[in-house]
């Protein structure tokens, strides 16, 4: 879970690395390999670049009858996150067990709890009130639109931590 971040970028990279559904019996375990990934300047007000430099993570994936996924993720994770303009970096444990349920349209709920790194985009900063990166710690249910489009904002008890002002 820990990369929603909304560490949607690997979750769409994962979603992209065809997980084998067709061949393999259901649930079924996959490491989760560590990708670096970038977020645009819109998120925070420039370039963030985000390194992954411990992941230990796995997921245990189910396909529903509907085609429907359930990607329960556990493991250690640690990102390194860095301003691009300035070179500042924060590294964050991000390694908050949770539950993707990504619908057949590409839509998905994130369920999360403990340490998870999320980032939004200019728009969904507006829809759900959180900052364009946020370490958060607690409770978070999260639901993005198909194409990682609008975002809604469930449940969220605990503590944010924005990080743009952080790594400015």
Sequence with gaps: MKRLVVLVPVLLALLAFSIPTAHAASPFRVPIPPIPYDIPA?????????DVPVDKEYMTVTTLADGTQIWVVRGSLKQL??????????????SAPGTFTI???GSFLMESQGEQLVYM????QQQTGLPGLSL?????????????????????????RNLCPELA
Excluded: M
Excluded at 42 to 50: E, L, Q, R
Excluded at 138 to 158: C, M, N, P, V, W
């Design 42 to 50: 819109d998120s925070c007000g420039f370039p963030i670049h985000v």
């Design 81 to 94: 996150v860095t301003n691009e303009n300035s070179g500042k970096s924060i590294l964050v444990n991000s």
């Design 103 to 105: 619908a057949p349209d």
């Design 121 to 124: 985009d200019a728009a969904q």
């Design 136 to 160: 958060i710690t607690g409770q978070l249910t999260l639901h993005i639109g198909e194409d990682y489009g609008d975002a809604t904002l469930l449940h969220l008890k605990g503590r944010v």
